[in-house]
C-alpha cells in the first residue's frame, strides 16, 4: 500500500509513540485522524502534522467506551470517505505484584480495579476499534492494514499481569485478524516494541533507567520514530500479515 493520500487512524495519539505515529505518516503524504482524551496533547499532534502539510482532525474518544468507538469511526469515515490504515496505540499501565508479601504475610497485590483498567484500554480498546475499523474497511471495499501495538512484555513481566496478558492477546489478534480478513483485502500486524523513550522512562531515575538500559544489547532506549517506521514497513509491504514485528533492541526478557 503505497501511504500518500491514505486515511490513517491512530489511537492513543496525543503524545509519545502515538504522535511518532502521527507525524511519521503526515510526512509521508498521509491523512490523519487523531483519537485520544487529552485535547491539549491532541491538538500539538494535529499542529505537527499540519506542518508537515497533512490533513489531520482530531477525536476525543475513550476506546475502552463501546458506544463512544462506534460512534467515532462512524464519524470519521464520514469525514474522510476512506479508512486505509488503523494503527491500535492507545494503552495504559496500572503495574503491581499479583501478590505483594512482608516478613512472610501478603500485604496486598494488584487489585481487580488495576487489573481491569488495563484489560480496559489495552485489550478491549484494541478489540473494539479493530472490529470497526475492520467494517468500514469492508464496506468501503478498498481493503487496509490494521496494526496493534503490542509490546516486548508480552513474554511475560514482573509487576505487570494486566499489561502482559493485554500484550499478548492484542498479538494473537492480530493473528487471528490476519486468518479471517485477507479475503477483504485487509492485511494485520503487530509491533512489540522494547524501552521506548517516552514519559514512562523519561519518569524513572537515573540510577534506575541506567540499569533497566544495560541489559539492552543497544545499550540504548529506542526512540518513538524507530517505531513508527516499523509501521511504515507494515503498512507499505504488502506480503506482511498475521506477524509481530519485534523493535526492541535485541532485550529479550
Not at 58 to 85: H, K, P, S
Not at 145 to 158: E, T, Y
Not at 195 to 204: A, G, H, K, S, V
Not at 220 to 248: K, M, P, Q, S
Amino acid at each position: 500500500m503505497q501511504i500518500q493520500g491514505k486515511t490513517i487512524v491512530i489511537t492513543g495519539a496525543g503524545r509519545g509513540i502515538g504522535r511518532a505515529l502521527a507525524k511519521v505518516f503526515a510526512e509521508r503524504g498521509a491523512n490523519l485522524a487523531l483519537l485520544d482524551l487529552p485535547s491539549a496533547d491532541l491538538e500539538t499532534t494535529q499542529s505537527l502534522c499540519a506542518e508537515a502539510g497533512a490533513q489531520a482532525r482530531i477525536y476525543r474518544c475513550n476506546v475502552a467506551q463501546e458506544a463512544d468507538v462506534v460512534q467515532t469511526f462512524t464519524q470519521l469515515a464520514a469525514d474522510f470517505g476512506r479508512l486505509d490504515v488503523l494503527v491500535n496505540n492507545a494503552g495504559i499501565t496500572r503495574d503491581a505484584l499479583l501478590v505483594k508479601v512482608k516478613d512472610g504475610q501478603v500485604v496486598g497485590g494488584m487489585t481487580l480495579a488495576q487489573w481491569q483498567a488495563v484489560i480496559d484500554v489495552n485489550l478491549t480498546g484494541v478489540f473494539l476499534c479493530g472490529r470497526e475499523a475492520a467494517s468500514r474497511m469492508i464496506a468501503l471495499g478498498n481493503g487496509g492494514v490494521i496494526i496493534n501495538i503490542s509490546s516486548i512484555s508480552r513474554a511475560g513481566n514482573v509487576g505487570q499481569s494486566n499489561y502482559s496478558a493485554a500484550k499478548s492477546g492484542v498479538a494473537a489478534m492480530a493473528v487471528t485478524w490476519a486468518k479471517e480478513l485477507s479475503r477483504y483485502g485487509i492485511r494485520t500486524g503487530a509491533i512489540a516494541p522494547g524501552f521506548i523513550q517516552t514519559d514512562i522512562l523519561n519518569d524513572m531515575k537515573p540510577e534506575v533507567l541506567e540499569k533497566t538500559l544495560a541489559v539492552v544489547p543497544l545499550k540504548r532506549a529506542g526512540a518513538a520514530e524507530e517505531i513508527a517506521h516499523g509501521a511504515v514497513f507494515i503498512v507499505t509491504n504488502d506480503y506482511f500479515t498475521g506477524r509481530v514485528l519485534e523493535v526492541d533492541g535485541g532485550l529479550r526478557i
